[in-house]
């Protein structure tokens, strides 16, 4: 099958290549989660300070916000067609910020790599120092804190890690919630 765009109830979705992965949507309950408020302070590196707050916490994986704050640097990468059939999007390379940057809002996902150390990825939406919106997929250990406080809200949470593994269906390797046993 060709990649390409169909309507769908009035939404214009995109059908990949691949076989579809039924139900996309996993949704797994853990009965214990721990809700942390980070404060990353100016000039401060971002994924340096996320796992700084994360060591010695007993979590399989995480999810949260960028509440708010802004950037000094940051870099990040936005989707672009390429001329590949069985991968048709693919992440650009990546486009760096200075100045200051302010934050809309940001999704981050701590998962695992193959050996169990905590990954860290996310989206967000920001302004550049001239008002002009971005968004995309941001390199937190090139994310820098800028002139005021960068606030994030985290909930983790055991018994499920979030591990890439590779997706038939859109030919990326994503993150998937795969339930832990509790230690």
Known sequence: MTPHFAERAGVRTFIHQGPPLSPRRLDLEVPYSEE??????????????VLKALEGRRYG?????????????LSYHRMIVTDKLERPYDYGQPVALDG??????????????????PLL????????RDGEQHGG?????????????????LCLFEQ????????????????????????
């Not at 200051?100 to 150390?117: C, E, K, L, P």
């Open 36 to 49: 942390l408020r980070i404060v990353l302070p100016l000039a401060s590196n971002v994924a340096a300070g």
């Open 137 to 153: 997929h941001l390199v937190l250990d090139k994310l820098i804190v800028g002139s005021e406080p960068l606030v994030i809200r």
């Open 61 to 73: 994986s995480a999810v949260g916000r960028i509440l708010c704050g802004g950037a000094a640097h």
């Open 100 to 117: 200051y940057i302010t934050f809309i809002s940001g999704a981050i996902t701590v998962g695992r790599d193959a050996q169990g150390a």
């Open 121 to 128: 990825h996310c989206h967000a939406g920001f302004l550049d």
């Open 160 to 183: 499920v890690a979030y591990q890439v593994l590779p997706d038939a269906e859109t030919h990326f390797n994503l993150l998937h919630p795969v339930l832990q046993e509790v230690s």
